[in-house]
């Protein structure tokens, strides 16, 4: 807990007075408004994939991979958007121990979560060499340059998720639940479920959308 003081003038004396505040205050809002720009990051290429995502250039599609596959595998892509959905109920059973001070029991479920992101990532991997065995790369066309460039920017922020766990689980083993690492697991919860919420509208405005064109 730190203060604020602040000075009053009374006459000819000056006063000083001291009002309390929460130092972790301005880390959460501060933290917030990351979260909004990275909203607006993923907003903007959102809305490049609505305008680039019929430009096909005689490559592959969603529904036709060139070889009359279909390009987007709908069954996969669920499995992994159920994968991060559980990661985020998880990670929020994470931090509903962290609020018990149960550390154990915390650094379980982050760590369950952290899994879960592996997971995500693998197949997110698999997804790719199979695409690029059929030709479609992030060269082939713009609807695919846009493509992979909202699903590697989602799986960097999953990296640096998986990383900020590592830190963090690092950060209580060596200091415990002191109030700076109870507002880094606060922010960790909130990144990792922004995380949750963008890949199911990814899921849905990418995946879902392409195929149902």
């Not at 995502?53 to 060139?66: E, Q, R, S």
């Not at 929020?92 to 760590?111: C, P």
């Not at 065995?133 to 340059?145: E, N």
């Not at 493509?147 to 920017?153: A, D, L, N, P, S």
Request: hydrophobic share 55%; with cysteine.
């Amino acid at each position: 807990m730190a203060s604020t003081a602040h000075t009053e003038v009374k006459g000819d004396n000056f006063h000083v007075t001291e009002e309390p505040h929460h130092e972790g205050h301005s880390t959460v809002i501060g933290f917030w408004i990351f979260l909004m720009q990275d909203m607006l990051l993923f907003c903007g290429l959102f809305a490049i994939f609505a305008w680039l995502g019929g430009h096909y250039a005689n490559g592959p599609a969603p529904l036709d991979d060139g070889t009359g596959q279909p390009l987007f595998h709908l069954t996969p892509v669920a499995i992994n958007t159920v994968i991060m959905m559980v990661s985020a109920f998880t990670c929020s059973m994470g931090m509903v121990n962290i609020r018990k001070e149960n550390v154990g029991a915390a650094l379980r479920f982050f760590g369950i979560t952290a899994l879960l992101g592996l997971g995500f990532l693998f197949m997110q991997y698999r997804e790719a060499v199979n695409m690029a065995a059929v030709g479609a790369t992030i060269q082939t066309s713009a609807f695919l340059a846009s493509f992979f460039v909202i699903i590697f920017t989602h799986c960097l922020h999953v990296i640096a998720g998986l990383v900020w766990f590592v830190v963090l689980a690092v950060q209580i083993n060596l200091h415990g639940l002191d109030d700076a690492n109870e507002r880094r697991a606060v922010c960790f919860s909130m990144f990792w479920n922004f995380l949750d919420i963008t890949w199911v509208i990814v899921f849905v405005f990418v995946y879902l959308m392409g195929v149902l064109k």
